[in-house]
Structure formats: C-alpha cells, structure tokens
C-alpha cells in the first residue's frame, strides 16, 4: 500500500520568515495530495491540495509543488505568522479510495 | 460549506463497556465514511472504510469484533467500541466524502477515555 514519509518531525520558524514542509510518497498511481492543518484536539483542516495533473498551486500564503518523478510534494508557507504555529500533515491518495497520512510536523513560528 | 458532526465529542467510560460514536453528513451525503484514530503526539491512522450498506473494510492489525461499524444510511456511520480497554483511549476522527463533488471531509473527532 501507500507509504507517506514526512520529515522533520519539528520546525521552528522566525516569524515572517517562510517555511518548507516535505513528503514523499511511495505508490506511483497515488493522484491526489492534500495537506492539513490540526490544532490541538481538534480536527485536520484542509488548508491546500494538489492534483497529479498540476505541478504547482498557490493560495495567497500558501503553496504546494508536486514533482510526480521524484514522487515528493511540497508545502510552502510565506511571511509565516504567530497563527500559523500548529501540526500539519500531508496526505496521498489514489481517486477516491482513503487517505494516507504522514506523521505530521509540528510548526513553531517564533514571534 | 459542508458539515460532518460527530457525537460525542468526549466520553469517559469504563473498562468493559461499550461506546457509540456518531458521525453525520448534515447537508450532503455520502457513500463513503473513513474512520481514523489517532494517538497522542501521532498521526491519523486509517481503520476502516465504511460504505453505505454494504460491510465495512478493515485496516490489517483492526479488529472487526470489537470496532463495530454500521453505515445504515447516506448521512450517518457508526463506531462502536465494543468491551473497551485503557489501550482503546484515543481520538477517533470520521470523514466523510461528498456522493456529488468528491470532496472530503472531516467531523470534529471524539475523545474517548477509558478507564
């Protein structure tokens, strides 16, 4: 099956800096991509996602780069903010079937 | 948007007992549900796939017997945790995908705390 792989497990941030979050993915029929956002007891918020047939998509702050040859994607996040602090993951999946989740990282945006 | 609830957003129950947990399309349906779980510090971890009317897909390592899952209609699943153990303590997370846009979603997770 799928195998999400998302390093590292921390980072910390300046605030107003920008932030680069990574995954790989293991199954190369996976054609979906989304990455969420989890705060603390809550549930996963979808914050952007990407499909096999695009390479790149931006959403003001936010950015996500998919290289299907190298089977990685990409989160990137502008001008990072305080509010930003929280655990994201990223997620593949094939068609409709389930997600495949990473491991998650957990940002910091230091003020 | 789109609204996924799930009922009961916390429990505290005792070892040996049984808890329901609910998870409802309110203004779609589907007919497909996922349920995840989800430990401390963790990821969410896939354990079944729940299809309207038809028996539900299991996780390898997910017990069918004791994580019972019912999918009676397009707007409601179920997660019944059957004989509970401290070890079944977690966060328990639905989603649900939308019949007509494909679009998927998640309810607010239910805490479950057994003692």
């Known amino acids: 099956g799928e195998n999400v792989e998302q390093h590292p497990s921390t980072l910390s941030v300046q605030e107003g800096d920008s932030a680069v979050i990574k995954c790989t993915y293991s199954?190369?029929?996976?054609?979906?991509f989304p990455w969420y956002k989890q705060e603390l007891g809550k549930r996963p918020q979808l914050i952007i996602d990407?499909?096999?047939?695009?390479g790149e998509k931006k959403d003001q702050r936010i950015a996500v780069t998919l290289n299907k040859t190298a089977k990685h994607f990409s989160l990137h996040i502008t001008e990072t903010q305080p509010e930003d602090s929280a655990v994201y993951f990223c997620?593949?999946?094939?068609?409709?079937?389930?997600?495949?989740f990473g491991k998650g990282i957990t940002l910091s945006v230091r003020p | 948007g789109a609204v996924v609830s799930q009922h009961p957003s916390w429990v505290i129950c005792k070892s040996g007992t049984s808890v329901k947990i609910e998870c409802r399309s309110l203004?779609?349906?589907?007919?497909?549900m996922f349920w995840y779980r989800q430990f401390p510090k963790q990821s969410l971890m896939l354990m079944a796939t729940?299809?309207?009317?038809?028996?539900?897909?299991?996780e390898q390592g997910v017990e069918k017997d004791k994580f019972l899952i019912n999918h009676a209609s397009l707007t409601l699943s179920t997660l019944t945790v059957t004989s509970a153990h401290p070890e079944d303590s977690s966060f328990y997370i639905c989603?649900?995908?939308?019949?007509?846009?494909?679009?998927?979603?998640f309810g607010e997770g239910s805490r479950l705390t057994v003692l």
């Open positions: 997620a593949a999946s094939i068609g409709s079937q389930w997600l495949t």
């Open positions: 989603s649900a995908r939308s019949l007509n846009t494909g679009e998927l979603f």
């Open positions: 990407i499909r096999s047939n695009v």
């Open positions: 729940s299809n309207e009317g038809s028996k539900a897909t299991y």
């Open positions: 203004d779609f349906q589907a007919t497909t």
């Open positions: 199954d190369s029929a996976s054609n979906y």
